[in-house]
């Protein structure tokens, strides 16, 4: 009998409340909100996973993914914001960009950091979906001590540990935020591992969507291995420019990143093979360590995809992640079906551990 996963947790995500997500420049409904973790929490307590504080880790170990000047952005973005005026002229609560550095603006001169800054945002934001509040950067860090913690967990034996990071963090690059995201948990998690296991890591992305910000922090790397299987970005689905299966890394990272996009309406059958495929291809390239980033939001009933997978479908993806039976650090990503997400979360920890169990007794 296995012992049931820890659940790191910090209650400072709390903190982070976006008041809406500005799409095709309108106000809609933010889904990235507080009630999320608190029902992931509340169904693993009840399914007896113990629940274990986040401990404070130094900014050294989000710089190993994170350009320094991004993470002084974030640190300080609302304050200044906030200091500028901008909350009444001209009357906007959050930090939201309205012009990008964008490269075909830039072509190869180096991007400036404007002092203005109602400009700055756009040096760091790709999109306008991502609004940074009063807590936004403290529940971002409180995160990444979260997917820290649960790293140290699996140093120190746990075959598992999981990290109820929130805000998520798998669409933030090394310099660049968005995606309802800040830092890049997942990433900084497959770093720290990487420092401490004599060899390779794999990142393997469950979410709906294209995990973009992995691939491109180790997109010239083959110790860390990326992997993701989203809906396919080609068929309208965020992050648009990126996720295809042709994007297979570059220089000493060549063939170290896969991306399996699938069609909008899979289910269990065509999700689970392609979680299958994703395993055995980073098996593979021999990792020491995993990182999951567990997005549920892949959940037939998910506002946010179109993929139609079930709870037995998100078991069936964790029992062939943990039949690895590597030492696992499984991060949260999305997920925005308050209704459904703690059970499917659950359903995953069930299949790593169930997974995992096999791959030691076989
Ligand atoms: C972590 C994660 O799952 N991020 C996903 C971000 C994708 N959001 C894109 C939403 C596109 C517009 N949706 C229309 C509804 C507006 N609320
Ligand atoms: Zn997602």
Do not use: K
């Amino acid at each position: 009998m296995t012992a049931p996963i820890p659940v790191v947790w910090s209650d400072v995500h709390r903190r982070h409340v976006p008041s809406a997500e500005i799409w095709l420049g309108v106000r809609t409904p933010a889904v990235e909100l507080p009630a999320r973790a608190d029902a992931i929490r509340a169904e693993l307590e009840r399914a007896g996973h113990p629940v274990v504080p986040a401990t404070a880790h130094p900014d050294a170990a989000l710089a190993a993914v994170h350009d320094p000047a991004l993470l002084e952005f974030l640190a300080g973005a609302w304050q200044a914001w906030e200091a500028a005026g901008l909350p009444d002229d001209p009357g906007q609560a959050e930090v939201i960009p309205y012009f990008f550095a964008h490269p075909g603006l830039l072509g190869t001169i180096e991007p400036a950091l404007p002092a203005a800054t109602w400009a700055r945002t756009g040096r760091f934001a790709f999109d306008t979906m991502t609004p940074i509040g009063p807590g936004t950067w403290e529940a971002a860090r409180a995160g990444a001590n979260a997917a820290l913690t649960a790293c140290e967990l699996v140093l120190g034996g746990a075959p598992s540990a999981y990290a109820c990071c929130r805000p998520p963090g798998h669409h933030v690059t090394r310099s660049a935020y968005g995606g309802s995201c800040y830092l890049n948990n997942a990433a900084i998690a497959a770093a720290r591992l990487r420092a401490a296991v004599g060899g390779a890591v794999a990142l393997l992305d469950v979410d709906a969507h294209h995990g973009n910000g992995a691939q491109a922090i180790f997109y010239d790397r083959a110790d860390v291995v990326t992997g993701s299987l989203h809906v396919d970005p080609a068929a309208g689905w965020f992050p648009h420019f990126l996720g295809f299966a042709h994007e297979e890394g570059e220089g000493a990272g060549r063939g170290a990143n896969r991306n399996l996009p699938l069609a909008p309406g899979s289910g269990d059958d065509a999700w689970v093979a392609a979680v299958r495929e994703l395993a055995w291809w980073a098996a593979g390239l021999e990792p020491r360590a995993l990182v999951i980033a567990l997005g549920v939001d892949a959940a037939a009933g998910d506002p946010e995809s179109p993929l139609r997978v079930t709870a037995d479908g998100f078991r069936a993806a964790g029992h062939a992640l943990g039949a690895l039976g590597l030492p696992t650090v499984i991060v949260q990503e999305g997920g925005y079906d308050l209704a459904t997400i703690g059970g499917l979360v659950r359903a995953a920890l069930e299949g790593v551990t169930a997974g995992r169990q096999e791959s030691m007794d076989g």
